[in-house]
């Protein structure tokens, strides 16, 4: 399978713990993204990479939020004492430099804080 | 912010047509999208537009432009069960990157 995989795609958790969630963009994608979704919402950017370099940050990127690509290749996301309020689906997506801008998604990391 | 604006609801009879609306807000938008989202799951690229066209026709899916209306429209031929799923529309924002997103029309195909 060549698509986009973020793992785990489920996460429970109790507030205040750490979560980490991965994703692996489509072989050779420079550029990858990561969203967040509520219920009942579209996907909301929250912060985009070129190859390792982290070039946009979303105002809801608060500071328990952080992000890493450190070669390039598969990117982290970890929230630091999780909130009642970070539940939601957490989306990577990617695509490459070169294209017409089209993204595309991973199946999502449904979290739950408890 | 911008904000992409959908209707939340469209029924349609199976074999019926279904027309998405969307209306955008940057006018510099170069190209504009369509996504499905299946419960649970990830968004599945459908379809997408360059701005200088007002037409693009994909096999069952017709998507049209007003660019003077900043209207967006996704037309689904013979609409079956299977297209039951939430439509987003999206647009690259001021950045250049990342995608704007209307808050989804969720779309029932009844037999």
């Not at chain 1, 009642?84 to 998604?105: H, I, K, R, T, V």
């Not at chain 2, 701005?51 to 609409?79: C, E, F, G």
């Amino acid at each position: 399978d060549t698509g986009v995989s973020q793992d785990p795609r489920h996460k429970i958790t109790k507030r205040g713990q750490n979560v980490t969630f991965r994703c692996d963009p489509i072989s050779e994608h420079n550029r990858l993204y990561w969203y967040r979704q509520t219920l009942g919402q579209g996907p909301e950017f929250l912060t985009y990479f070129q190859n390792e370099a982290q070039l946009e940050k979303s105002r809801l990127l608060s500071d328990r939020f952080s992000a890493e690509r450190p070669k390039g290749s598969f990117s982290t996301l970890e929230i630091q004492r999780t909130e009642q309020g970070d539940s939601a689906m957490y989306l990577c997506a990617s695509n490459p430099l070169a294209g017409e801008g089209e993204q595309y998604f991973g199946p999502g990391t449904r979290l739950t804080v408890t | 912010g911008e904000d992409v604006e959908q209707s939340l609801f469209l029924s349609v009879r199976e074999g019926d047509s279904s027309v998405i609306n969307c209306t955008y807000t940057d006018s510099s938008s170069t190209y504009l999208y369509w996504y499905k989202q299946e419960p649970g799951a990830g968004l599945q690229l459908l379809t997408y537009i360059f701005s200088n066209m007002d037409m693009k026709q994909d096999q069952r899916l017709t998507v049209l432009l007003n660019k003077k209306d900043k209207h967006l429209s996704l037309r689904i031929a013979d609409t079956q069960t299977g297209d039951s799923a939430i439509y987003f529309c999206a647009e690259i924002s001021n950045s250049g990157y990342a995608l704007n997103f209307g808050k989804g029309t969720s779309l029932l195909v009844t037999p």
